[in-house]
DNA sequence: AAAATAAACGAACGATCGTGCTATTGTCAA
DNA sequence: TTGACAATAGCACGATCGTTCGTTTATTTT
């Protein structure tokens, strides 16, 4: 490995911090290369440009997830099992990253939604991944008869990152330290709508918990 | 009306516009005051300093939503169906916000919710009053017999906010166009998963003040 | 060890940031 | 119509932004 590669990864190790707490754009090169202990130029020179060091964070920040949460349940039985330590995972990450501050994709899919580009298309194809990541759990729970056929896998992927975003708002700007019990009882109330007959069959629906 | 009221709100209105775009960190002063066809300085000494720019932007943003979304359903009769039209006239909202871009106070929960000060006490607020009135709207439709009682109106609100930032990202980052689909069918199921047991799925229900 | 290449620095650039001043214009009551 | 005062403009400031360029220091290869 050589010092380029190493230093560039330090730096967007730094990045990704500063990047969690103050945003896209408040990710600038001056507050990184004094955080690094490097020159402005001297950071400057591995990315080229501004838009090229943020596309380098957003792949940091995907790489990050991918090896926190996707990575570690890829090795679990297919169907449910998978799923709900996928949906464990994703609520762990979502209160309390590896960053100081929140989910950096979360917090850039709203930042960038009407500013198009490469760094909005960088975020688009991470959430289009990331739903196709559950829409095909969804489908396997289905092909191992935990869900019901004839469930909508892509409508269970909208709901589940419905969740993901709630819970964002009542853990880090609300602070309410119950907003976890939310997360998994709305969680808990999306799988139970999903089951297959034979689970499903033990009560009404609408009972509550 | 005095001049200085009359310039304060035209500003405000353009600053939502420069908001919705490019988010509180875009909204600058200098630029805003090109789009005003005002000098720095005179805007400037509209508000005295930037962060009373911003705490005015987004209680203006605040008041739009409320006249908007808010405000009109208010006349109609509590429980369901004023909590439907509420709905359908949010999604409408978050797809079409009378603001070249997407929902600023949405986009500024994730933007500041690392970084507390008056800013995130702001947004805090907002939030906390539109879950506060959804909430209420639910317990109303707990009251009119709508909803089952034993509904935990908290939980409800929780998951409605699900639903509108899993819209604004499915509409507005990704533009899939069938994303209301998806919003009006998840919408659908939460409510169907309120009603109360003796009501069926026609609709049918009594009008309660 | 010397030569070749990569990595980092330092200084400067034009632009823009937020924010003070002082002057000048415009508005409104007397 | 005039005098008081609110509203706006003009100018300048220090700081920081992204970026370029030439130089110097490290690393790697020969």
Excluded: Y
Excluded at 23 to 50: D, N, P
Excluded at 176 to 204: C, I, K
């Amino acid at each position: 490995m050589s010092k380029g590669v190493r230093t560039r990864a330090a730096i967007l190790g730094e990045a990704l911090s500063l990047m969690s707490t103050d945003g896209l754009s408040g990710l600038t090169i001056g507050l990184l290369a004094e955080r690094t202990g490097l020159s402005k130029s001297g950071l400057f020179a591995h990315f080229g440009s501004k838009e090229q060091l943020q596309v380098a964070v957003l792949q940091e920040a995907q790489a990050c997830f991918t090896a926190h949460v996707i990575r570690p349940v890829l090795g679990l039985p297919r169907g449910l099992p998978r799923l709900e330590a996928f949906a464990e995972g994703w609520w762990t990450w979502n209160r309390s990253p590896p960053f100081p501050g929140g989910c950096p994709i979360q917090a850039a899919s709203l930042e960038l939604d009407d500013r198009p580009g490469l760094l909005r298309d960088e975020i688009a194809g991470a959430q289009r991944r990331l739903r196709a990541f559950i829409r095909q759990g969804a489908a396997m729970a289905i092909a191992a008869g935990h869900f019901r056929p004839g469930l909508d896998c892509t409508l269970f992927a909208f709901q589940m990152v419905g969740i993901a975003f709630a819970q964002t708002m009542t853990c880090r700007l609300l602070g309410e330290p119950e907003g976890l019990d939310f997360v998994r009882r709305a969680w808990r109330l999306q799988v139970e709508g999903a089951l297959g007959s034979a689970h499903n069959q033990t009560g009404e629906m609408n009972h509550v918990e």
